[in-house]
């Protein structure tokens, strides 16, 4: 199975700053990567796939890079209501794997 | 509006059975794929299984494979998992999930979630 190791595990940032939140595969999963959303007691929301294309009606404060075996997710001008966790996901190939997940808070 | 709602959760014994269901709405079930991912308490997601819009198909990972059974009623716009020989660590909240359309492993969107508790 291909791993996916998300970092860091958790995050801190003060409201209007940029974010990064990055993911490496164990190999190449070329672009078949996904970035979801889950806010405290809520369920997963898509926000990326195909590693940097922005789901329907997803601000655009969200951004998605990378590729091989290196992606990150950005989040430029940090909102209160980003305070979430947030998971990649590689769905290149069978089975589909998740990053652990990064937790990210408000300073 | 698109919704799922799962339903049939609760606490069982290792070893012993569940049957998950997931009433859709909003959009045409038979239309796409359907999936279950599931999250243990204060931990990241795990994929558990995946049906094609037919229910010809299907897809698990080695963890639940020959455990678990996904099925899928079009008529009813429900969906099914069928979990038997539990074990502990298959505790979780078990989220129905449908992906994007045209892909299979990108879920769009979600319900939210069942807890199943596996303990004597």
């Known amino acids: 199975d291909i791993q996916m190791t998300q970092s860091p595990a958790s995050l801190s940032a003060s409201l209007g700053e940029t974010v990064t939140i990055e993911c490496r595969a164990s190999?190449?999963?070329?672009?078949?990567l996904a970035w979801y959303q889950q806010k405290p007691g809520k369920s997963p929301q898509l926000l990326i796939y195909?590693?940097?294309s922005l789901h329907t009606g997803v601000p655009s404060r969200f951004s998605g890079s990378g590729s091989g075996t290196q992606y990150s997710l950005k989040i430029n001008s940090l909102q209160s209501e980003d305070v979430a966790s947030y998971f990649c996901q590689q769905y290149y190939n069978y089975p589909n794997t998740f990053g652990a997940g990064t937790k990210l808070e408000l300073k | 509006e698109v919704q799922l709602v799962e339903s049939g959760g609760g606490l069982v014994q290792p070893g012993r059975s569940l049957k998950l269901s997931c009433a859709a709405s909003g959009f045409t079930f038979s239309n796409y794929y359907m999936a279950w991912v599931r999250q243990a308490p204060k931990k990241g997601l795990e994929w558990v299984a995946t049906?094609?819009?037919?229910?010809?198909?299907?897809y698990y990972p080695d963890s639940v494979k020959g455990r678990f059974t996904i099925s899928r009623d079009n008529a009813k716009s429900s969906l099914y998992l069928q979990m038997n020989s539990l074990k502990s660590e298959d505790t979780a909240t078990y989220y129905c999930a449908r992906p994007y359309y045209g892909y299979k492993d990108v879920m769009d969107a979600w319900g939210q979630g069942a807890s199943v508790t596996v303990s004597s």
């Open positions: 195909n590693a940097n």
């Open positions: 190999e190449d999963i070329y672009n078949g």
């Open positions: 049906i094609s819009t037919s229910g010809s198909r299907t």
